[in-house]
């Protein structure tokens, strides 16, 4: 039995006291009733890095083979349908390597037959692959090896000759071949396939095309066309083919042929771009410029999206000598071709233009788009820039240069580049989406960009993910998620919106409906990552780190999210009090990023192992990256307080009390009751506040009178405290008395004594 805890793994173990150059291996596979995945033989196996493999997989009724040499992976037999074991719980597979050529045989039916001759011998092992929902268990329920030459010669004599009778097999393998562009293979096995008794003309002729195609892509020019004559033979209305025919005579140059042949037919070559492009080619190359011209620009006008008919149009029109006619043929060419990524045709096209004197505007609207899309963007900011200026910027232009200006920050510059985008071009879904997403980033008003927007395409996915935004930021939850639901049928396999979705159900406190949103997300690492967020929410702290891992297990190295992932494992281990751990990954965070989030949490895990100066030293440098962060205030507030640093300490209280006026009090509360103490008059409760401890006060004789709000001095007697005003009519022989034990009240209490001291000075 084979367990793979891990989706997409394949896994095998050897039996590794043999090596097998030759051999007939027949293999009992057992399959579980749930989980994806397939089962089957690693043969000839020297290392990890070579080795040839066998996978069966019961549950969509495929196998398939590939070969590892030196560490390069190649394909031998696509994922070929095996229909009779659509479903099974057992297989038996049997192998056959003689040589170069592989034989394989499902439940003792032919499945394939490959050849490749870059494994000689070496280990067989048991195999298996897991799709999606590990862990999933495969079984070798039995295993037969023979080696002996002779039998192995045998086997492969009687089952190859004997099996390989089942044309259908063979054919789904020669399809299998041709779909996966293997057009040698392909080939071979199309020509294998046997006459069938009463099989109709017209499926005959289909295996032929196949056959012509394959030699076509092959370069094998005179085998497709013997092909493509016995195709026509047995099926004269085959589109496909009579087209194909047509592209063969282009192909072997035999141009007056092909013109015949299409002038001949002009109501199929009317109605099809391919053979007007063929027209244009026969007649460019008999010197017809402007019969070419005309067929090529009939091919571009019904379908605009190939660009190389408007090429062509350009060309041919330039041959004819009619330039101005040629030029918005080149324009639409060069258009085409951005719009298809093909950068390096797009700017020949450009530069052929501007020889050619073409509006100078468009073409510098062009070349800013292809310097963004090449990654030159100082280029293509300075064009855009200056078309901008001078008002010549088109609306591509215009949203090129807003989405540069967006990127660099320019938010309320680039808010007013997408509304001159969208002014030129108002018919425009995106370019109404980008104005909307604008204001709403830049904290404009975005309601009426929004509504044209989703008047604009309604069902445009980003467009219902960012009126979700908008609603969530504006506190209407339940809105939000009704957008955000919207936007993830509208895309099913973006994880963004089921992100949204699962935060906004989050925000609800719908738990369970959060990590439901992210279901079809299994393995993504941003899905992961919510599904971590959640379980933190709900006080799942441990199943909340497990999916924090698991999102880092499967993210890019370069993925920009990394050190999120890293920061937010680090807080699940905080609060689970796993400190090594929270530890490790803040260095892994900060090694990506100096976050003041990881900063932070590296100041509690410092101050947590006592290392106190490291503490203060994170807390500082997170807040100078973010100087009003209210919890990075709070830490280096308490921090301070906790070591006794009360000024410090009050300073970072007084700047939280805007953000968190309750934590702030707190920590200045704790400031007065570590370096404040306080006295009150007996008899009106007047207090006075000084010192602690109480400063140093020299006993002497004090000159001038007191004022009335200063203490009068305490009892000796009951230790009673009186101020001035309450005690100066009650004078006996100049001195104050205490009025319930008739006692001259003193100065011998040091706090009462520091208090008159420092009242005198004021005074």
């Known amino acids: 039995r084979l367990t793979l805890g891990r989706d997409g793994l394949l ?108 494994l000689e011998a ?66 071979v096995h199309l020509r294998k396939l ?45 589109d496909k083919a009579v087209e194909e025919r047509f592209n063969l005579f282009y192909l072997k140059g035999r141009y007056r042929e092909l013109r015949d042949g299409l002038e001949a037919d002009p109501e199929r070559t009317g109605r099809s771009p391919r053979l007007l492009n063929l027209l244009g080619h026969a007649r460019y190359n008999m010197g017809a410029w402007e019969g070419a011209a005309s067929a090529y620009g009939e091919a571009a006008r019904l379908d605009p999206d190939m660009p190389i008919y408007a090429l062509n149009h350009a060309r041919s029109l330039e041959q004819a000598g009619d330039r101005a006619a040629a030029a918005p043929a080149w324009l639409d060419a060069a258009r085409g071709f951005f719009a298809q990524e093909a950068w390096d045709d797009a700017a020949a096209c ?84 980008s104005l909307a997403e604008a204001a709403f980033l830049s904290g404009a008003d975005c309601d009426a960009e929004l509504a044209a927007a989703l008047e604009s395409a309604p069902g445009d996915g980003w467009t219902l993910n960012l009126a979700g935004q908008v609603a969530a930021s504006r506190g209407r939850r339940e809105e939000a998620v009704d957008f955000f639901r919207s936007s993830v049928a509208a895309l099913p396999g973006s994880v963004e919106p089921a992100i949204n979705l699962s935060d906004a159900l989050l925000s609800l406190g719908r738990h369970d409906e959060a990590m439901a949103a992210l279901s079809s997300f299994g393995t993504v690492a941003a899905a992961a990552n919510q599904r971590g967020n959640v379980l933190a929410a ?44 929270a530890e490790a990954a803040l260095r892994k965070a900060l090694e990506l990023r100096q976050d003041p989030r990881a900063l932070s949490l590296m100041g509690d895990v410092a101050g947590h192992f006592g290392e106190y100066p490291r503490a203060e030293a994170a807390y500082r440098l997170a807040l100078e990256q973010a100087p009003d962060d209210p919890a990075i205030l709070r830490r280096l507030a308490r921090h301070y307080a906790a070591r006794g640093r009360w000024k410090d300490a009050s300073v970072h209280a007084t700047a939280l009390r805007d953000s968190d006026p309750e934590s702030a009090e707190a920590v200045l509360a704790s400031v007065r009751a570590a370096t404040e103490q306080s006295l009150s008059c007996s008899s009106c409760s007047r207090g006075w ?73 004021e005074r």
């Open 689 to 761: 506040t000084l010192p602690r401890p109480t400063p140093a006060s020299p006993r002497s004789a004090l000159r001038g009178e007191p004022p009335d709000d200063c203490p009068a001095g305490s009892c000796p007697a009951c230790g009673k405290v009186y101020c001035v005003a309450c005690r100066k009519d009650g004078l006996e022989d100049g001195r104050f008395t205490c009025p319930d034990c008739g006692a001259k009240l003193s100065l011998n209490d040091d706090r009462v004594r520091w208090l008159v001291r420092e009242a005198v000075r």
């Open 538 to 581: 709900a006080g799942r702290i441990r199943e909340a780190a497990a999916e924090y891992r698991a999102a880092l297990a499967s993210a890019e190295p370069a993925d920009p999210a990394l050190a999120d992932y890293l920061c937010n494992l680090a807080a699940a281990l905080v609060s689970a009090e796993d400190w090594p751990g």
């Open 11 to 118: 896994a095998w173990t050897e039996a590794a006291l043999y090596r097998y150059g030759d051999f007939t291996a027949e293999a009992l596979l057992a399959f579980p009733e749930e989980g994806d995945g397939a089962a089957g033989l690693v043969v000839r196996s020297s290392d990890a890095s070579s080795f040839a493999c066998v996978l069966v997989s019961p549950r969509d009724g495929t196998v398939r083979m590939d070969l590892v040499f030196n560490g390069t992976p190649r394909r031998l037999v696509p994922p070929l349908e095996c229909p009779w074991i659509l479903g099974r719980r057992t297989v038996e597979l049997t192998l056959v390597a003689r040589g170069p050529r592989y034989l394989a045989l499902l439940d003792g039916r032919w499945a394939f037959e490959a050849e490749d001759d870059a």
């Open 194 to 238: 046997p006459e069938r008794a009463g099989q109709a003309p017209v499926d005959r002729a289909e295996e032929l095309f196949l056959q012509a195609e394959c030699c076509l892509r092959l370069e094998s020019l005179d085998d497709a066309e013997r092909a493509l004559d016995d195709c026509l033979a047995l099926d004269p209305s085959l």
């Open 122 to 187: 070496g280990r067989l092992g048991f195999a298996a692959r897991c799709g999606e929902g590990a862990p999933v268990s495969f079984e070798l329920a039995g295993l037969g090896v023979e080696s002996r030459p002779v039998e192995v010669e045998v086997d492969y004599l009687r089952l190859g000759r004997v099996l390989e009778a089942d044309r259908e097999q063979r054919r789904r393998l020669a399809l299998a071949h041709f779909g996966a562009a293997d057009w040698l293979p392909a080939l």
């Open 350 to 433: 450009s530069a052929r233009l501007r020889e050619l004197k073409y509006d100078p505007a468009a073409l510098d609207s062009l070349d800013a788009r292809l310097a963004l899309a090449r990654g030159d963007r100082a280029h293509a900011e300075r064009i855009l820039a200056r078309l901008a200026r001078k008002g010549l910027d088109d609306a591509p232009a215009a949203y090129a240069h807003a989405t540069i200006l967006a990127a660099e920050g320019k938010r309320a510059l680039a808010l007013e580049a997408f509304r001159r985008a969208a002014a030129l071009e108002p018919d425009k879904p995106r370019y109404l989406a």
